[in-house]
């Protein structure tokens, strides 16, 4: 499979709990990209790398969100302190260098529900 | 705040009819357009991106953009059940972090055997 992988898929967890997420995009991209989305919604822009430096974190970011992407590779999406309203489809995607359109292809997802 | 609007339906049309699915967005200098289509509980997944004035056509789709009318459009001929599906437009924000994508909340397509 030479898809975008997300691990976990599903994530139930308990408010005031610490969750981390990892991605692992297409092996030639460069890009990386994490966006939320909630029912009824298209998906929201989170953060995005290009190899190992993020360069770009949406206002919707709070601090208690933190993403790496430590050697350019695969990336990990941690919440800490976990709120109801954090419960989402947290969505990876990953995009080729090479291309000036950007398009952009996603993983399967992760779910999260917060208790 | 830049934005991208889409009916939300749900449009329903009967199997073999051609689906026309519209999208319109705020940002002038929006450069390249997606469409997505998700299944529900699943990932989106890209079927078509554009970037010129007219038509691009890919098998039974064709999208369609106006630049002048910031408007962009997904046709879908021949329409089977497995076309059934939320269709996301998404536009490229270069203003923004060099490419993060921004989308409108979806268009719920039922294709009726």
């Known amino acids: 499979d030479t898809g975008v992988s997300q691990d976990p898929r599903h994530k139930i967890t308990k408010r005031g709990q610490n969750v981390t997420f990892r991605c692992d995009p297409i092996s030639e991209h460069n890009r990386l990209y994490w966006y939320r989305q909630t029912l009824g919604q298209g998906p929201e822009f989170l953060t995005y790398f290009q190899n190992e430096a993020q360069l770009e974190k949406s206002r919707l970011l709070s601090d208690r969100f933190s993403a790496e992407r430590p050697k350019g590779s695969f990336s990990t999406l941690e919440i800490q302190r976990t709120e109801q309203g954090d419960s989402a489809m947290y969505l990876c995607?990953?995009?080729?260098?090479?291309?000036?359109?950007?398009?952009?292809?996603f993983g399967p997802g992760t779910r999260l529900t917060v208790l | 705040q830049k934005e991208v609007e889409q009916n939300s339906g749900p449009l329903s049309v009967p199997e073999g009819a051609i689906a026309s699915l519209n999208c319109t967005y705020s940002?002038?200098?929006?450069?390249?357009f997606f469409w997505y289509r998700q299944y529900s509980g699943k990932s989106p997944e890209l079927i078509m991106f554009i970037y010129s004035n007219g038509d691009k056509e890919d098998g039974r789709f064709t999208a369609q953009l106006n630049k002048a009318s910031q408007y962009v459009s997904l046709l879908i001929r021949d329409s089977q059940p497995s076309d059934s599906a939320t269709y996301l437009c998404a536009v490229n924000d270069y203003g923004g972090s060099q490419g993060n994508l921004i989308f409108g909340k979806g268009t719920k397509l039922s294709v009726k055997p």
């Open positions: 995607a990953s995009s080729p260098a090479v291309s000036s359109y950007n398009e952009q292809f």
């Open positions: 940002d002038r200098g929006s450069q390249s």
